[in-house]
């Protein structure tokens, strides 16, 4: 058995202190330490994007870094993305409404990519969304309705009240 | 009214859940007191194995076992996993033994299994496990394998050939001997893995006390694992379940019953807790099956006119170290080479040859992209040579309209004739060449080039065999709670199969989907199935639950018409309830919820049922729809090569695809362009590399290109809907067919823009440097 360190840290508004091996990814540690199974690993080698999170609001690949150096940080995964039980946030809407998803996979990779993004550039051009999404993969739609997702997100967002946004959507 | 939703873009059921992280996959999944699994896999294509020392593994704490085939055997009936489809044509049998006893065969093949408190342990206790080997040589290039003296993929074996057949019909020769023109072209094709951003992964959970065995797996035929694990356990029916939880997507390989499976659901019994494996990447690319090799060797006979007069030639296909699935992916080469196109005579000869390579099955696709590829580029010669337009060559040969269903002289698997049963292969070229500018093309090529840019436009039509028969369950059940439950053996991979399946009950249940549950993919839950491959869902799924719903529906208006004392055609279903219909200047609140009906026909002790009629308010369907029905379409693609780098950008994309009438528009839109998206790749980036020992050489996805955003071009989609005849829904298949004619389309375009330098094409993938060379090639003197 490693050697193991308690960190504290916030994940999506809750305040945990857990007693980590050091060795555990930060995937794992959302995964089977706190429940959090919406962080998906594709690769475990960094090259899918499956496993996006915001750390402090910056997308981090959770299979890159270690829990223990998650310490004091604030972290969302997908399931803080949306405002309530009984509502979507207008990216995840955007994605229903553009089938901007099929097995789903990649898609809470794609959505923590996109909040990121959107925040830093509420009104990309299609090939700006392109990039942004690039070191996402996905292997059933062709990005397409992803696409048109994050452009319609981007419409939607930009008419919304900034204050009405979830915890995912805050300046850091 | 009740609402109509066929043929709408109605929002899919599976979404919200998979939007808030809320879905459940196989690794998602955990067990009191589960333990966690990793296995020890052949870093040699070939060696025997004089011994396994597993001490040092067992001495690191937190392991419970090690496991080989010599513990798994009190536990087995047979060993092997049988799985071959039949066929006359095997000329050995190669069946995969649950763990390698005393030879590997293939990079990857499990020899061991750890179990341990987690994964990390289990990972760490694999690596400690010395395995003494005896190294030999290997069988990597599948046309080395089958000569002369190559090295033998299994030492007990004469040679490397699995199996041979020929198919064929007309006057083969009288057909090339009375040709104007015959022109032979060499064609070398691979494809690689599936690649599912999840990847495989099992769970297996016994219960002493019931000796219920049940395992979760991520598998698009769940019903099959079960039969695989009865026969080679042994085990009662009663005694096993398999499940599957949200899947992360399949694209074939996970169609196939695997060791991994079966190991899990003996090591559960044997440590008495529940065992979960999830694979990793780099085991998904060295032991989850894949497409990869075919050498086409292909000759065409045409008249003065380019009309086809025959086809012939042979197949050499890297059928990998064991049978995983049958002989049926060269077969769909074979039978789906003449395509779209008239072919009077056609004769080819197949061979299935071994190699020390993880095992071949179909990946999206299934051997039909490769049959697009050739016949395409027998066009492109035949245009070239003849100095004709290549669109007009295809107009030429295109089958036409009037003559559906066209009835092709070949057979198929399961010996059934092959009939094109609908479409209209002319109208779908000409519809996406104007689309695309075809016409124009030309003097924009020569615009581009005065710029120093060398753009190409290319075309490739297509067939794609969908719904494969022989049928797939549904039962539709109205509960006593009102809702509407929908089950079926096939699995949801992420094609959209709720929804479908709760579109096609809800037009005929009052419309409301919201009150409709689709369960997919549980053995428990539906008695037969067959699952999810060959896109064939929507066909047969789709019409077993298109035929039980109907039967549901007939009998809750009888019903209803008995509660209510009420005329049946007085009667419709609409939301969750049963009502008199509205007349003009009469508006009916007379009604019955569905809920209630399913309460009376459930039985009272002692009282009759009402109307006289049977108890239940359900039904169960097993349509049998033995014949394929082929969906159809074109691809016309604009690209611009980069003459000093080889990239090759695309510029512009047409699809005109045909699979029927739509069910769900959003969804169909989906499937083209992701199958699109599957094929550009097999065109431009996908290649699973072997060294000639046997050594794969792309083992991670940086190593193996999968299409990005940046590369992927928007697809400009024409939708056409020809109904199959061959079903009530008159649906077919789409899930495969994007991908079918892109590397033809493709490599057309390449060839064309490179055409100042006399390049040409005979490969897919083909890569920057390998451009680059054909252009140095061209430019030489």
Same mark, same amino acid.
């Given at each position: 058995m490693g050697e193991k360190r308690t960190v504290s840290l916030v994940v999506n508004g809750t305040a945990y202190e857990e007693s980590v091996e050091t060795r555990l990814t930060l995937a794992d540690f959302l995964r089977?330490?706190?429940?959090?199974?919406?962080?998906?690993?594709?690769?475990?080698? !960094?090259?899918?994007?499956?496993?996006?999170?915001?750390?402090?609001?910056?997308?981090?690949?959770?299979?890159?870094?270690?829990?223990?150096?998650?310490?004091?940080?604030?972290?969302?995964?997908?399931?803080?993305?949306?405002?309530?039980?009984?509502?979507?946030?207008?990216?995840?809407?955007?994605?229903?409404?553009?089938?901007?998803?099929?097995? !789903?996979?990649? @898609?809470?990779?794609?959505? @923590?990519?996109?909040?990121?993004?959107?925040?830093?550039?509420?009104?990309?051009?299609?090939?700006?969304?392109?990039?942004?999404?690039?070191?996402?993969?996905?292997r059933c739609t062709g990005y397409q309705g992803i696409i048109d997702a994050a452009l319609d997100a981007a419409e939607r967002l930009r008419g919304q009240d900034a204050t009405a946004r979830p915890h995912g959507g805050e300046s850091p | 009214m009740s609402r109509a939703v066929f043929g709408e873009s109605v929002k899919r059921v599976e979404d919200p859940a998979l939007l808030r992280g809320e879905a459940r996959f196989i690794d998602d999944i955990s067990l009191p007191s589960m333990v966690e699994a990793a296995f020890v896999r052949s870093p040699h294509a070939h060696a025997g194995i004089r011994g396994i020392d597993a001490g040092s593994a067992m001495a690191l704490p937190g392991v419970h076992a090690v496991l080989t085939i010599d513990d798994l055997r009190p536990y087995l009936e047979t060993e092997f996993l049988v799985v071959g489809l039949p066929s006359s044509s095997y000329q050995q049998d190669r069946n995969r033994p649950a763990l390698a006893g005393d030879e590997v065969v293939y990079v990857g093949e499990p020899i061991a299994v750890v179990i341990a408190e987690d994964r990390y342990i289990a990972e760490d206790a694999a690596q400690l496990v010395v395995v003494d080997y005896d190294p030999l040589p290997a069988a990597s290039d599948c046309r080395d394998a089958l000569a002369e003296g190559a090295p033998r993929v299994h030492q007990d074996a004469k040679d490397n050939l699995l199996a041979e057949f020929n198919m064929g019909y007309g006057d083969i020769d009288a057909a090339f001997a009375s040709a104007a023109h015959i022109y032979a072209e060499s064609i070398t094709q691979h494809r690689g893995g599936s690649h599912s951003i999840e990847c495989r992964g099992a769970i297996a959970s016994h219960d002493p006390g019931t000796d219920q065995l049940t395992l979760w797996v991520s598998s698009q035929m769940p019903h099959s694992t079960l039969r695989v694990l009865v026969d080679m356990l042994g085990r009662d029916e009663n005694q096993m379940r398999v499940v599957t939880p949200d899947i992360g997507g399949g694209f074939g390989p996970k169609l196939v019953v695997y060791q991994e499976d079966v190991v899990v659901s003996v090591a559960a019994m044997i440590v008495g807790r529940p065992v979960k494996w999830i694979e990793d990447r780099r085991e998904h690319f060295i032991a989850t099956t894949q497409e990869r090799d075919?050498?086409?060797? +292909? /000759?065409?006979?045409?008249?003065? /006119?380019?009309?086809?007069?025959?086809?012939?030639?042979?197949?050499?296909?890297?059928?990998?170290?064991?049978?995983?699935?049958?002989?049926?992916?060269?077969?769909?080469?074979? /039978?789906?080479?003449?395509?779209?196109? /008239?072919?009077?005579?056609?004769?080819?000869?197949?061979?299935?040859?071994?190699?020390?390579?993880?095992?071949?099955?179909?990946?999206?696709?299934?051997?039909?992209?490769?049959?697009?590829?050739?016949?395409?580029?027998?066009?492109?010669?035949?245009? %070239?040579?003849?100095?004709?337009?290549?669109?007009?060559?295809?107009?030429?040969?295109?089958?036409?309209?009037?003559?559906?269903?066209?009835?092709?002289?070949?057979?198929?698997?399961?010996?059934?004739?092959?009939?094109?049963?609908?479409?209209?292969?002319?109208?779908?070229q000409e519809?996406?060449?104007?689309?695309?500018?075809?016409?124009?093309?030309?003097?924009?090529?020569?615009?581009?080039?005065?710029?120093?840019?060398?753009?190409?436009?290319?075309?490739?039509?297509? +067939?794609?065999?969908?719904? %494969?028969?022989?049928?797939?369950?549904? &039962?539709?059940?109205?509960? &006593?709670?009102?809702?509407?439950?929908?089950?079926?053996?096939?699995?949801?991979?992420?094609?959209g199969t709720k929804t479908m399946l709760a579109q096609i009950v809800a037009e005929q249940l009052g419309g409301d989907m919201e009150n409709v549950t689709v369960t997919t993919g549980d053995t428990a839950a539906t008695a037969l199935g067959i699952g999810t491959s060959n896109s064939r869902l929507t066909v047969v799924a789709g019409t077993s639950a298109h035929v039980a719903a109907g039967k549901v529906a007939d009998k809750a208006l009888q019903i209803a018409a008995h509660v209510l004392d009420a005329p049946v055609e007085d009667l419709e279903i609409d939301g969750t309830a049963i009502h008199v219909k509205d007349r003009p200047g009469r508006i009916s609140n007379v009604r019955v919820e569905l809920g209630a009906l399913a309460h009376a026909m459930a039985g009272t002790p002692g009282y009759t049922l009402p109307g006289g009629m049977g108890p239940g308010l359900e039904a169960t369907e097993n349509v049998i729809l033995d014949s394929k029905t082929f969906a159809s379409?074109?691809?016309?693609?604009?690209?611009?090569?980069? +003459?000093?780098?080889?990239?090759?950008?695309?510029?512009?994309? +047409?699809?005109?695809?045909?699979?029927?009438?739509?069910?769900?528009?959003m969804i169909v839109d989906g499937q083209a362009i992701g199958g699109t998206a599957h094929g550009i790749g097999n065109a431009l980036y996908e290649w699973m590399g072997y060294d000639e020992n046997g050594q794969p050489l792309t083992t991670n996805l940086a190593d193996y290109l999968l299409v990005t955003a940046t590369e992927m071009p928007r697809i400009d989609l024409i939708h056409h809907q020809s109904p199959s005849p061959l079903n009530p829904l008159g649906v077919k298949g789409v899930g495969e067919c994007g991908v079918v004619p892109a590397p033809g389309a493709i490599i057309s375009a390449v060839e064309d823009a490179l055409a100042p330098f006399g390049v040409h094409i005979d490969r897919a993938p083909i890569s920057p440097p390998q451009i680059l060379a054909l252009i140095t090639q061209g430019r030489a003197p």
């Open positions: 089977h330490q706190l429940g959090l199974t919406g962080t998906h690993l594709g690769c475990e080698h !960094g090259v899918c994007g499956a496993c996006t999170v915001l750390v402090d609001g910056l997308s981090v690949r959770a299979c890159l870094m270690l829990a223990v150096q998650a310490g004091g940080a604030d972290i969302t995964t997908v399931e803080g993305i949306a405002p309530s039980k009984d509502r979507l946030h207008p990216l995840q809407e955007a994605f229903r409404d553009n089938h901007g998803l099929q097995c !789903g996979f990649c @898609t809470p990779g794609m959505l @923590t990519t996109l909040l990121e993004f959107l925040r830093n550039n509420p009104s990309p051009s299609e090939g700006e969304v392109r990039e942004a999404i690039s070191g996402n993969l996905c | 075919q050498y086409w060797e +292909v /000759e065409i006979a045409v008249d003065g /006119e380019a009309r086809i007069l025959g086809l012939r030639g042979s197949i050499i296909h890297d059928h990998g170290a064991y049978t995983a699935r049958g002989i049926n992916l060269p077969q769909n080469s074979a /039978e789906s080479f003449p395509g779209p196109y /008239e072919v009077p005579a056609f004769q080819m000869n197949t061979k299935l040859a071994l190699t020390n390579k993880v095992p071949v099955t179909p990946v999206r696709g299934a051997g039909h992209p490769q049959a697009a590829f050739t016949i395409e580029r027998l066009m492109d010669r035949v245009a %070239r040579e003849l100095g004709l337009d290549r669109a007009e060559v295809r107009r030429r040969n295109l089958i036409q309209a009037q003559d559906m269903p066209y009835t092709r002289p070949l057979k198929t698997r399961g010996g059934l004739a092959v009939v094109l049963d609908s479409g209209d292969y002319p109208k779908s519809d996406s060449l104007a689309r695309a500018g075809w016409d124009q093309f030309p003097a924009r090529q020569l615009a581009a080039r005065a710029d120093g840019r060398y753009i190409g436009i290319g075309l490739a039509n297509f +067939v794609k065999g969908t719904g %494969r028969g022989p049928f797939e369950q549904v &039962t539709v059940r109205i509960g &006593t709670s009102g809702r509407v439950h929908v089950y079926t053996g096939g699995t949801a991979i992420g094609q379409g074109t691809a016309v693609v604009e690209v611009e090569v980069d +003459v000093e780098t080889g990239g090759v950008k695309i510029l512009n994309y +047409v699809l005109a695809h045909d699979c029927g009438r739509i069910i769900n528009p």
